[in-house]
């Protein structure tokens, strides 16, 4: 089954909200999860890293003040997009890892956010 | 030049054919490597590892050349139920992951 879940699974805003997207480990105690954005027939794009109890890491050329992570507990990181826009639209997931070896990584089921 | 990269296809097979493709690496001190399948709207979900050695899955063959930075991935006998997007992954350090874009693969009756 499922080990990482997502809320919502779909969003629909007008321009100019803020859209917060949960991402929940279940059964795992999760101190490092990831953001990442797909736009359409495009790569996985990694946007932060979530670390429980501090700061969250971003790659270059995402900003941090439009995206806010929070991971205030070991099962649960958010992604709030603040006063989003058109171009925001996008398919976000998150994932976790450090429950298998190797590396692997378990995605939740996305979000699919429409900004009109 | 991006980190990984694919033929993006369509791969458009009919049922019961063998269909491979490959993907390149830009870093040589990748660790990791992984075939990950994503079917349309839904999440990525591992579809196997890939060892220095090659390994085997059921129908399903990956090979990793290090000398030349390519992976590659084999489907035997396709079924319809293969038709989806196929998602090259390369781990470099720490927990990160790059994707590739994807090649298409469809498997028609």
């Known amino acids: 089954g499922a080990v990482v879940s997502q809320h919502p699974s779909w969003v629909i805003c007008k321009s100019g909200t803020s859209v917060k997207i949960e991402c929940r480990s279940l059964?795992?105690?999760?101190?490092?999860m990831f953001w990442y954005r797909q736009f359409p027939k495009q790569s996985l794009m990694l946007m932060a890293t979530s670390n429980e109890g501090s700061k969250a890491t971003y790659e270059q050329g995402v900003e941090k003040d439009k995206f806010l992570i929070n991971h205030a507990s070991l099962t649960l990181s958010t992604l709030t997009v603040t006063s989003a826009h058109p171009e925001d639209s996008s398919f976000y997931i998150c994932?976790?890892?450090?429950?298998?070896?190797?590396?692997?990584?378990?995605f939740g089921p996305g979000t699919r956010l429409t900004v009109l | 030049r991006k980190e990984v990269e694919q033929d993006p296809g369509p791969f458009n097979v009919p049922e019961g054919a063998t269909v491979a493709f490959n993907c390149t690496y830009s870093?040589?001190?990748?660790?990791?490597f992984f075939w990950y399948r994503q079917d349309c709207r839904k999440e990525p979900k591992l579809l196997m590892s890939?060892?220095?050695s090659g390994n085997e899955d059921g129908r399903f063959t990956a090979q990793l050349n290090r000398a030349s930075q390519y992976i590659s991935l084999l489907i035997r006998d396709s079924k319809l139920s293969d038709s989806a997007t196929y998602l090259c992954v390369v781990n470099v350090n720490d927990y990160k992951l790059s994707f590739g874009a994807g090649t298409t693969v469809t498997v028609r009756a």
């Open positions: 890939v060892y220095s």
């Open positions: 870093n040589s001190a990748s660790q990791s």
């Open positions: 059964d795992f105690q999760a101190t490092t």
């Open positions: 994932s976790e890892s450090g429950r298998a070896s190797r590396n692997e990584q378990f």
